[in-house]
């Protein structure tokens, strides 16, 4: 079953797939086919990622690895010194920024694979999900912190916002505010352009996932679900 999904720039669809540690790749016009699949009962792949060459790059908690996959299906290990690699991001340079779960780290691996601890987190961080604004700050949720950290370009790290209960993806709006989902809490949580109080942003939810917003003036804000 598919756990993540992004789009590259040319309109395919990819998703990775824990259980049968796959990537798959699914035309526009809805043809799916096998990119890649990965050795090992527990070399699985999450939290894919794009750079501009069209490579995809996931995490592989349960083998503390990244992973390149080239357009043609060509896989190998990218960066090293991981704990418990979760997330990926991008900056505007072509670095990646890896958020380590297990180490409460997070890793900058530039585009040669050349990786270093970027920034080092409170111990019971412990930073799941990570995201970057427009400015090139990153941004974790901590998922047993219940707090999302701000890192600015510099490695400085501080607490953005603390949270009622545990913060899962992230995302932004054009305006600068920052949203966030509790699965735990079947919540969307909200926070404001600069940090502070958090605000609900819509209840009642079943086990929210992830959030995307859609291109729509409006600004129409969706939660997928599993």
């Given at each position: 079953a598919p756990t993540s999904i992004v789009a590259s720039s040319t309109g395919y669809i990819y998703t990775t797939n824990r259980t049968s540690r796959t990537i798959t790749?699914?035309?526009p016009a809805g043809s799916p086919s096998t990119l890649v699949t990965f050795s090992g009962s527990t070399?699985?792949?999450n939290a894919p990622v794009f750079d501009t060459a069209g490579n995809i790059y996931t995490t592989h908690y349960d083998v503390a690895n990244v992973v390149k996959t080239t357009p043609a299906g060509s896989a190998s290990s990218f960066g090293s010194g991981y704990a418990g690699p979760n997330d990926l991001v991008f900056d505007a340079s072509g670095n990646l920024?890896?958020?380590d779960n297990d180490a409460s780290v997070v890793h900058?691996?530039?585009?040669?694979?050349s990786a270093s601890v970027f920034a080092t987190l409170s111990p019971a961080s412990y930073p799941r999900y990570i995201a970057i604004d427009a400015t090139g700050n990153l941004y974790t949720s901590n998922n047993i912190a219940?707090?999302?950290s701000k890192i600015t370009t510099g490695g400085a790290t501080s607490t953005y916002a603390t949270l009622?209960?545990?913060?899962?993806n992230l995302v932004f709006d054009t305006a600068g505010n920052l949203y966030t989902?509790?699965?735990a809490a079947g919540v969307v949580y909200k926070v404001p352009s600069g940090g502070g109080s958090s605000s609900t942003f819509a209840s009642g939810l079943t086990s929210p996932q992830d959030l995307v917003?859609?291109?729509t003036t409006s600004g129409t804000f969706t939660s997928n679900y599993i």
């Open positions: 790749k699914i035309t070399n699985r792949p920024y890896v958020a900058k691996v530039t585009s040669a694979g219940n707090t999302i009622a209960s545990t913060p899962g989902v509790s699965t917003f859609d291109k």
